[in-house]
């Protein structure tokens, strides 16, 4: 589902969510049917472990480097606990 950042002459600006086949849709705020599409933010995301963060072949919650998580905090599945 493709989300579109949208401009419309009412002022609101924001996302919208459409299915895949679907046009923009309407304004949300004032039902105007030709709001203007934005650029949108690219993901920087690849799929590989960096900086002790997942990836695709990491087994614990936590990554390779759990010391370095942000869910190393006690209680975590990091702490070796769990919750």
């Known amino acids: 589902m493709p989300i579109h950042d949208i401009r419309c002459a009412c ?6 969510i459409t299915l895949a086949a679907q046009e923009l849709p309407a304004c949300p705020a004032c039902g105007r049917p030709d709001p203007d599409r934005l650029p949108s933010a690219v993901s920087s995301l690849t799929g590989r472990a960096v900086q002790g963060l997942p990836g695709p072949k990491d087994t614990a919650c936590c990554g ?20």
């Open 64 to 83: 390779s480097r759990p010391g370095e998580a942000a869910c190393a905090g006690p209680g975590s599945c990091c702490s070796g606990r769990g919750a």
């Open 11 to 16: 002022g609101f600006e924001g996302e919208v």
